[in-house]
Structure formats: structure tokens, C-alpha cells
């Protein structure tokens, strides 16, 4: 079972950015998209976004746009999601998984990383 | 506020077979429909792909279905271990995805 590999929890406070990886097997890299969904608690699993790994292609929810940058770097093999102007309502777990496409379902997800975002 | 629907929760008795419906108006015209089960802690896992299709090594105790505007996953012959959030996903005209508020499964 192919597994990413996300980086640890942060805390940052409102108004900071946070910048969160996602390390992929090193083959077909770029065959792949990578989207991010984020859990804040007791609320549903929300999806923020995909970016393709061949092409630089991103989509972003209407809710984080503006704030999110999705990106990926083919020579380390790794999705990267930064948001910021963090605010309380950001914390959250966040995951990160990889498709073929934006629109299909996907069994290859990472472990999660939490973030909580307090003064 | 999510735009796909789905009942807050839902119950049923181990060996019974229970349904979960996801309504939204994108859910009649989409053929990618997705259902995720997930646990606190955990990674939400693959349960349907494209609409009805499973994924290898799911229970083919779960299958999936769609009529008009409503993608339904039906559970039968419940299993304690089925207790868990049970999500879809729909992919949007406007090129993003939507999540289901998602639905609780309780085995009384």
C-alpha cells in the first residue's frame, strides 16, 4: 500500500502562514495530482484543493482561495500546501493525497498533520 | 455548508443492511462519484470509486449506486468494524470537488 509522508504538527498564531509537505514515492511522480483535505474538529472532511505534478495545474475551493498555494517539486518528489493569513477557524487536521486526476477517488493518502492556529 | 447532502447519522444492527444517501444537484451528472470511510486519527480510505466501483481489498459487503440527483452506499450485513464517518465526494462543473457533510454510522 503506497503511503505519502506528511510533515509534523505546527501551531502558529493568527495572522501567520504554515507551510505543510507531503513526501510521495519517487516513481511516476509526475503522473500524479495532489489534493488537500482538511478536518477542523468536530466538523467534516473539507476539500481545499488539487495541484498536478506534470503540469503546475491547480484548483482551489472558493473558501481558501486567495490564501492557498498549492505546488510541487519533481527533483524531491513532494507536495507542498501553504495558507496563509491564518485565523483560529484554520485549525485543523490536513492530509494530503494523490490521484490521476482531480476528479477521481484515491486510496493513497498521508498520515495527516495537525494545525492549530491560537495567540 | 456543503452543496452535497447527507443524513447526520445513521444506525443499524450487526447483520442488517443499511443505506447512505448523498443529494445534490452536480450528483446527476457526475460519473466520479466517491465514498470514504473514515475514523478519527486516521486517513479517510476508499470505499467507491466512480460511483459503484470497488477498490481492491473493500468488503463487497459495500456497494454503490446512483438515481437522478441522489449516490447512495448501502452496507450489508453489518459489522461492528463498519462503525465509522462515512463521506462523499462529487467533482464539480467548476473543476473543484465537493465533500458530503458526512453521515455517522452507529452498530447498535
Known amino acids: 500500500q503506497v503511503q505519502l509522508v506528511q510533515s509534523g504538527a505546527e501551531v502558529k498564531k493568527p495572522g501567520a502562514s504554515v507551510k505543510v509537505s507531503c513526501k510521495a514515492p519517487d516513481n511516476s511522480f509526475s503522473n500524479y495530482g495532489f489534493s488537500w483535505v482538511r478536518q477542523a474538529p468536530g466538523q467534516g472532511l473539507e476539500w481545499m484543493g488539487w495541484v498536478s505534478a506534470h503540469t503546475g495545474y491547480t484548483s482551489y475551493a472558493q473558501n481558501v482561495r486567495g490564501r492557498v498555494t498549492m505546488t510541487t517539486d519533481t527533483s524531491t518528489t513532494t507536495a507542498y500546501m501553504e495558507l496563509r493569513s491564518l485565523r483560529p477557524d484554520d485549525t485543523a487536521v490536513y492530509y494530503c493525497s494523490r490521484s490521476t486526476s482531480i476528479a477521481i477517488g484515491t486510496d493513497v493518502w498521508g498520515q495527516g498533520t495537525p494545525v492549530t492556529v491560537s495567540s | 455548508q456543503s452543496a452535497l447532502t447527507q443524513p447526520a447519522s445513521v444506525s443499524g444492527s450487526p447483520g442488517q443492511s443499511i443505506t447512505i444517501s448523498c443529494t445534490g444537484t452536480?450528483?446527476?451528472?457526475?460519473?466520479?462519484v466517491s465514498w470514504y470511510q473514515h475514523r478519527p486519527g486516521k486517513a479517510p480510505k476508499l470505499m467507491i470509486y466512480?460511483?459503484?466501483h470497488r477498490p481492491s481489498g473493500v468488503s463487497d459487503r459495500f456497494s454503490g449506486s446512483k438515481s437522478g440527483n441522489t449516490a447512495s452506499l448501502t452496507i450489508s450485513g453489518l459489522q461492528a468494524e463498519d462503525e465509522a464517518d462515512y463521506y462523499c465526494t462529487s467533482y464539480a462543473i467548476t473543476a473543484t470537488v465537493l465533500f458530503g457533510g458526512g453521515t455517522k454510522l452507529t452498530v447498535l
Open positions: 466512480d460511483v459503484a
Open positions: 452536480n450528483i446527476g451528472i457526475d460519473k466520479y
